[in-house]
């Protein structure tokens, strides 16, 4: 079975360009879970979506960030215009229920330069 | 709104000594509470996960207790090796039981 699956590992953006990250949840699992983390800190949470469905996006900032998972295909963190301190590790993770263990995929290292 | 500590940035014990880690929370009462181990430059990952009814969970060399009278559980692992090093994470499940939030983890080093 394969894990949770993300892509790209590493994301290079000038300032003012388009960020796309892509996550695959395990086979069955239907609850997508998206995470930002900086450096030496914890892990925030941006937004829990089920099939088609945005169920909690507490975590997001309220400007040029979005995010889809769509009834065919990857879940999809959109970050538009980006700048500086958008550089982190951003994490997916999936469950099959909610409240289970979440299995988080590699993460994406989205830089900005 | 609800908060997770973790109890030190970093611990550093000797090989072969149980290594116990803290989270304690405020301002809510969880159904249940989890724990995950972070290697540098991965996701974290699933270890136990404890239900507001249960006083201890063991899983091989790993213990937790909750003690939801304190707001408070505690990790243990026992016979620690330095394979064992990591950040370790505790989660807890949110207020809107929609999400689970993170502490800011506890970077644990196992010195041989």
């Known amino acids: 079975n394969a894990g949770v699956m993300q892509n790209p590992r590493h994301l290079v953006r000038r300032r003012g360009q388009e960020a796309r990250l892509r996550c695959s949840p395990m086979?069955?699992?239907?609850?997508v879970y998206w995470y930002r983390q900086l450096p030496e800190e914890g892990l925030k949470f941006m937004v829990y979506?089920?099939?088609?469905?945005?169920?909690?996006e507490s975590g997001m900032p309220k400007e040029r960030f979005s995010a889809e998972f769509p009834k065919e295909g990857p879940s999809i963190l959109r970050i538009q215009q980006v700048v500086r301190g958008d550089s982190a590790a951003y994490f997916c993770?999936?469950?099959?229920?909610?409240?289970?263990?979440?299995?988080f995929g590699p993460g994406t290292r989205l830089t900005v330069l | 709104s609800q908060k997770i500590e973790q109890n030190s940035e970093a611990l550093n014990i000797q090989e072969g000594k149980t290594a116990t880690l803290t989270c304690n929370y405020t301002?809510?009462?969880?159904?249940?509470l989890q724990w995950y181990r972070q290697d540098p430059g991965r996701g974290p990952v699933f270890l136990l996960l404890?239900?507001?009814?249960?006083k201890e969970k063991r899983k091989e060399r790993l213990k937790v207790t909750f003690d939801t009278t304190l707001k408070q559980s505690l990790f243990h692992i026992t016979a620690s090796q330095p394979a064992d090093s990591a950040t370790y994470l505790c989660?807890?499940?949110?207020?809107?039981?929609?999400?689970?939030?993170f502490g800011s983890g506890t970077r644990l080093s196992i010195r041989p």
């Open positions: 993770a999936s469950s099959p229920r909610r409240g289970d263990e979440q299995f």
């Open positions: 086979k069955g699992h239907s609850h």
């Open positions: 979506l089920q099939k088609e469905n945005i169920i909690d």
């Open positions: 301002n809510y009462s969880p159904a249940y």
């Open positions: 404890i239900r507001e009814n249960e």
């Open positions: 989660a807890l499940e949110d207020s809107s039981a929609s999400k689970i939030i």
